[in-house]
């Protein structure tokens, strides 16, 4: 691949810039394992500040981030209530099973928003037949939604549902910093009707690796323990505690940037022969798209031809991600290779 390619199979893909590769040079550092890591411990305490939680710790992973709340909401032999589309349930290889011995029940939607009555419905009886409804999951923003935010209200409504029916409430907040960009909601706002909530870093932030996972104080050790169990607890971690503490002091409000040039690709694809799109759906820095020939991956082979990249999900679906290292230039780009290679 030529160095000018325009990358936006995922906000994965960033390269630190100098500024964060400073931040990391000269962060304090010291051994997480035995405690004193001084610039981890500022990073979790940022971030439970930032998320009004008791706690927070960091971890190498969203997947982790997610496991360890499956694995400290449930017993082996509980089930969650998640979105057909959740990010736990069909892209972390299915650890919430393997390794926190849950089960899952998914709601059906489109945008990967539901309402109470959709949990309601997915609840089962206290019953020894039955697996023990335990924990309600909400994504925000919905990946495989297309980058769509929950409303508020409605996040209030279905974790009110959920606690009526004695369930935890988790949040997957791997994008939730778009979520707050889009709507001016704190982060805060959005954490406050969950127990726990787990981000990322090292998506639209900017950060190589990390991630989170906050809640009350006791949860958190509990999680620190399985951390440890997995193999995730590190050393000088304080070198990417440093970038993802530049990344949240530097990097947050430029994810609007993101989100027009989003945008501006969604209606150009919107305009382009041979190409689909739900405009409605684009709402922060993911673009879904459908390729009428039917052969998304060939539409995506092409692509690479002119050092672009963008990802086939399906014989029909494509995904694009906007992010820090795609500027305008790169998006037109983009918008230019797609409307040749659909029309050829
Ligand atoms: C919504 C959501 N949750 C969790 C994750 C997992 O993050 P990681 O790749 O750091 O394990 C992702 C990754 O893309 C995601 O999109």
Redesign the pocket.
Known sequence: MPHDTVDLR?D?VTRPTAAMHDAMRSAPLGDDVLGDEPTVLALQEKLATMLAKEAALFV???????LLACRCHCEPGDEIIIHEG???IN??TSAFAAIAGCSARSIPSADGRFEPDDIAKHIRARNCHFARSRMLVV?N???TGGGTVWPLDQAHRVCETAREHGLARHL?G??LWNAYIATGTSPADYAQPFDTV?T?F??GLGAPVG?ALAGPKDLIERAHRYRKMLGGAMRQSGLLAAAAIHALDHHLDRLAKDHANARTLAKAIAETPGLTIDLDRVETNIVYFNVESGDAPALQAKLEQHAVRILALGPTTMRAVTHLDADQTGIARAIKALRTCAAA
């Open positions: 995922s994965t190498p992973s969203g997947t982790m981030a997610n959740g990010h736990i892209y972390e994504e923003t919905s990946n997957d791997a994008r787990s990322c090292s998506k991630s």
